[in-house]
């Protein structure tokens, strides 16, 4: 499973950005995906899930709010709409891929997701 994230860029404090993370595989709704984000010197942190039915979301508790994910299964595609951006929200993001259902807080483990895209810089200024 090969997995594209972009969308990222410069957004002023209380901007919007939408990131995608863009599937190649034909078998993209058995997979569940997860967000991640990682400052340097910082751990990945886990910041929202979808369940490859779409049928549950999770987020964190920084993203709960302001964040949104959501999928198309057509596109196979998965959308990170992030809004009211805070300075410390600046980081490189990443999105995942995992045949493993997770429940609860398991979905921010970033050793539990197979596969990984390249990530995407949001860099939000104050």
């Known amino acids: 499973v090969q997995l594209q994230a972009s969308g990222g860029g410069l957004v002023q404090a209380g901007g919007s950005l939408r990131l995608s993370c863009a599937a190649s595989?034909?078998?993209?709704?058995?997979?569940?995906i997860g967000w991640f984000r990682e400052i340097p010197g910082k751990e990945r942190e886990g910041i929202s899930y979808i369940r490859s039915d779409g049928g549950v979301t999770y987020y964190s508790a920084s993203a709960r709010g302001r964040f949104t994910i959501s999928k198309d299964s057509a596109k196979k595609t998965v959308y990170l709409q992030m809004n009211d951006l805070k300075p410390e929200d600046t980081a490189t993001y990443y999105c995942a891929a995992s045949d493993r259902t997770f429940y609860g807080a398991d979905y921010q483990e970033p050793h539990h997701y197979e596969y990984w895209g390249r990530g995407t810089q949001v860099t939000v200024s104050s």
């Open positions: 595989t034909p078998t993209f709704d058995r997979y569940n």
